[in-house]
Nanobody, 118 residues
Framework: QVQLVESGGGLVQPGGSLRLSCAASGSIFSRYAMGWYRQAPGKQRELVAVITSSDSTNYADSVKGRFTISRDNTKNTVYLQMNSLKPEDTAVYYC????????????WGQGTQVTVSS
């Protein structure tokens, strides 16, 4: 079992930056691929970025060049640095952990709200 707790959301003006954090506990963090997803009102949840256990990364086209995902296995934490934020980035952001070998071991955090507005 893995517990995930997100933090760092809030209200920011267009063009601003935020850094989200997701702290994991309960299992061996380094064996999990970690991802950030988001869900805007009336829309489906979508992948924002993912980082594998070997530090390979992948991003949604809409955030490439603006967002950076990283992980610190010594702190059991994954981060999402978000720069040049746009109103369309407004959503609830969720942290996800999926085991590298056993993908049915799949866990979600409770989500953190990001609002980009002037």
């Amino acid at each position: 079992q893995v517990q995930l707790v997100e933090s760092g959301g809030g209200l920011v003006q267009p063009g601003g930056s935020l850094r989200l954090s997701c702290a994991a506990s309960g299992s061996i963090f380094s064996r999990y691929a970690m991802g950030w997803y988001r869900q805007a009102p009336g829309k489906q949840r979508e992948l924002v970025a993912v980082i594998t256990s070997s530090d390979s990364t992948n991003y949604a086209d809409s955030v490439k060049g603006r967002f950076t995902i990283s992980r610190d296995n010594t702190k059991n934490t994954v981060y999402l640095q978000m720069n040049s934020l746009k109103p369309e980035d407004t959503a609830v952001y969720y942290c996800n952990a999926r085991h590298t070998i056993f993908p049915h071991l799949d866990y979600w955090g409770q989500g953190t709200q990001v609002t980009v507005s002037s």
